[in-house]
């Protein structure tokens, strides 16, 4: 194992760089490597003062993430690391520029000063890996800052900026010019003046006095999101308590490894890591005949691009392009709609400078980016149009045509679209190699899903473009197959369905929605039909046959079909935006849901009519038919190539869905939460008391897989 730092001296003071990058995580090498140079630099009697630092980009940002969960490696761990660094008889500058993250700022609070680059940023972000900063930050934290400050960012894993560090008293001083030169100027000032004092170990907590106070209400505050959620932010709080509670530093300090290795041990820890890498896994694309891949793909610069349609997807789909300095047309066909638009996106700047995340420079700046147009030949420079027209076969194909007549030969034609055919829309256009789908979720300048759908005849240059592009744009871009709902919406579907039989069968929406929330899922599905407005997929049904007079009311295609969601629509009940729909909202785009009679009582009747004995269905029962078919589905769409691998769908879930991360998506859940053989047995079980329903019908790929899990 090579050593991942170096030693360097300029005039009386020593330079301990960490070199690993790309961000320097605390691998055993940088362990080893930082404890090997401090014990130099306190041997070297040339030595007076240390600054230790980043190589590359970024101070350490944290431990090393791969190394959890196994290959531990032997030699220093992070805290003997730390304490080497305190107890060191020269001063130790923590010169921070990048991100300072969990392990990183646990070695800056081991320093005895701490500078920071005025572009840097901090925070512990363990929380949203399923562990707690357990390299003695629960510890040191609430003795630089203030205990109520300690436990908000430890709980809740926020970065924070310099400026908001140094005002917490993280950090001694901000500083603007080079980063190690900074360090060495202040440790040239420092290497003669006492600094023993400065040991964060040996301080009291901040704010110790008000403790109970201060805990009773952060308790209340986390529990009221724990139901359904992750263990991880009351462990981190629990630990906390050790810093006021525990009458030593060091009896602190086991109380914090304590309640780590309870997390390392849940399953939620490696869950939450699966997560972390699954959203980075997922930018290594790779079409299914393997031969065209991220590496070997290079994309095109988009430096204009230009949206068409001015509706809530396509102002939304702008506004994300502008926020990114990407310069922007927007086309409408209307004077009044167009004008709505704008109005629209000046809202969603305002918001960002209200909520102080842009200066009114910085907003100034976006509307010169946005350029309305009612002309289509606006478009004939641009490098990327994304429609975001009605979703309608019949329009997209007509929108493609003008985009293909009028744009430059390398532009990219994208389509926002959730559901419709990408390779039917190629069809009409001269350049089938640059059409591609981007799948934004709403709203789309918020939500961090980009659902990239390639055609059979993408180009791989396409696709490299837009891949590059949604990281760009600060999406996480996840490349799928084309088929009816791509990967998401796909899967949807068939927990869709399952929810609708299940209030036919017994179930109230409430009910249905609680299982979902004790699970992890923000919201239940009802709620969340709700909110999308249950109008889009009754369009939707229409568009595939599915509604229409002279069918069945409960049996549609050769399958069981639930007509609930159609009642409702047909009953002038959307959802939120009418006011009412499986719940009632109060008022026309009220958004707090409370149990509607009326609903309740559409339902009875719709049973009372088809003589459908309703019973108590256990919520076990709700879970399994929930989710099993959507995750018979996800084998499906892997069986297919429409994903190449778990992470994919995973990603998908986890990020547009609401899928709770510490079970890591539907893939990961059922492969290491419940087992493969357990859900092939259910799908079994369930195909056997519904078998009018094709989606219980399990996937060859899952019967193998489940097959060989069960041998093992
Ligand atoms: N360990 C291992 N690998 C890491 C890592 C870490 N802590 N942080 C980033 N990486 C890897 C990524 O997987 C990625 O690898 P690939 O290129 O092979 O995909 C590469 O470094 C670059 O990362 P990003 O693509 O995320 O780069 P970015 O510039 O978009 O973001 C970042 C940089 C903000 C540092 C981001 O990577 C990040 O948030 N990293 C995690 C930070 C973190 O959670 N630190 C705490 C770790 S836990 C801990 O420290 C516990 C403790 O108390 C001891």
Redesign the pocket.
């Known amino acids: 194992m090579t050593t991942m730092a170096e030693l360097t001296r300029r005039g009386i003071i020593g330079i301990v760089k960490v070199k690993h990058p ?2 320097n ?2 691998s055993y090498g940088v362990r080893k490597g930082i404890t090997e140079c401090m014990k130099k630099a306190e041997s070297d009697p040339a030595i007076q003062a240390v600054v230790l630092c980043g190589d590359g980009r ?1 101070f350490p ?6 190394e959890f969960g196994g290959k531990f490696a032997e030699g220093p761990d ?1 805290r003997s690391v730390l304490v080497t660094i305190e107890n060191l008889r020269k001063p130790v500058v923590a010169a921070i520029h990048g ?1 300072a ?4 700022l ?1 070695v800056a609070l081991s320093c005895h000063y701490r500078l920071m680059h005025t572009t840097a940023r901090t925070g512990f ?2 929380v ?2 399923g ?1 707690l ?3 003695t ?1 629960t510890q040191r934290f609430p003795r630089v800052t203030h205990l109520a400050n300690a436990i908000e960012m430890i709980t809740s894993g926020r970065h924070i900026t310099a400026k908001e560090a140094h005002s917490k008293g993280i950090v001694d001083k901000l500083v603007s010019g080079d980063i190690i030169q900074e360090g060495v100027t202040f440790a040239n000032d420092i290497a003669s003046k006492p600094y023993r004092h400065l040991m964060v170990s040996t301080k009291p907590v901040i704010g110790a006095e008000n403790a109970q106070q201060i805990f009773d209400e952060a308790r209340k505050r986390l529990a009221s999101r724990a139901v359904g959620g992750p263990i991880a932010p009351m462990m981190c709080l629990k630990a906390i308590e050790g810093a006021v509670k525990m009458p030593t530093f060091e009896k602190g300090i086991q109380h914090e490894a304590d309640l780590m290795y309870l997390l390392m041990t849940s399953g939620q820890a490696r869950a939450q890591q699966y997560a ?2 699954a959203e ?1 896994a997922v ?2 694309w790779e079409l299914p005949d393997g031969a065209t891949n991220s590496r070997n793909t290079k994309p095109k610069a988009v430096k204009t691009a230009a949206v068409i349609g001015a509706g809530t997807m396509g102002t939304g789909i702008a506004m994300t392009l502008l926020s990114r300095g990407i310069p922007t047309i927007l086309i409408e066909q209307d004077q009044k709609f167009l004008d709505r638009g704008v109005a629209a996106i000046g809202k969603l700047i305002a918001y960002q400078v209200n909520k102080k995340r842009i200066s009114n420079e910085q907003a100034q700046k976006l509307h010169t980016l946005l350029k309305p147009s009612l002309h289509y030949a606006d478009l004939k420079d641009v490098d990327i149009v994304i429609e975001a027209v009605f979703e309608n076969m019949d329009i997209k194909k007509t929108v493609f045509r003008k985009m293909d007549a009028l744009c430059k030969p390398s532009a990219i034609l994208a389509s926002n679209t959730s559901n419709l055919n990408i390779d039917e829309m190629a069809t009409v256009t001269k350049r089938p190699g640059s059409v591609i789908g981007m799948h934004f979720f709403a709203p789309a300048n918020v939500m961090r899903l980009l659902e990239n759908i390639r055609g059979r005849q993408t180009s791989g240059e396409t696709i490299a473009t837009v891949m590059d592009l949604s990281k760009r744009i600060g999406k996480v871009g996840v490349l799928v197959g084309n088929c009816y709902g791509f990967v998401g919406n796909r899967m949807l579907h068939m927990y869709g369905a399952e929810a609708s039989f299940l209030i036919e069968e017994g179930c109230l929406p409430h009910e249905v929605d609680q299982c979902i929330k004790v699970f992890g899922f923000p919201m239940g599905f009802f709620q969340v039909a709700d909110l999308s407005g249950l109008d889009i997929g009754y369009k939707a049904r229409k568009g595939l046959g599915l509604i229409g007079k002279g069918l069945p009311e409960r049996f549609r295609f050769g399958q069981r079909y639930s007509p609930i969601s159609d009642i409702m629509v047909e009953n002038g009940r959307l959802g939120q935006k009418s006011g009412k729909g499986y719940y009632n909202y109060g008022k026309i785009g009220g958004r707090v849901p409370e149990r509607d009679p009326e609903t309740e009582e559409l339902i009875l009747n719709f049973c009372k009519k088809h003589n459908i004995q309703r019973r108590r269905i256990a919520p076990q029962e709700v879970m399994e038919r929930c989710l099993y078919p959507l995750i018979n589905e996800g084998f499906k769409i892997l069986q297919e190539k429409i994903a190449t691998k778990d992470e994919e769908i995973d990603t998908i879930w986890m990020t547009g869905y609401g899928w709770p991360r510490h079970t890591g998506g539907p893939m990961y859940y059922a492969r290491n939460f419940v087992g493969l053989p357990k859900i092939y047995e259910r799908l079994l079980y369930y195909k056997a008391q519904f078998p009018d329903s094709k989606h219980w019908e399990p996937c060859e790929l899952l019967r193998k897989e489940a097959m060989q899990q069960a041998k093992l």
Request: hydrophobic share 45%.
């Open positions: 790309p961000v995580a605390l970024t940002a944290g431990a090393d993430i791969s992070l991100t993250l969990g392990g990183g646990e972000p363990e949203a890996l562990i900063p357990a390299a930050g972390f890498f980075r930018s290594k």
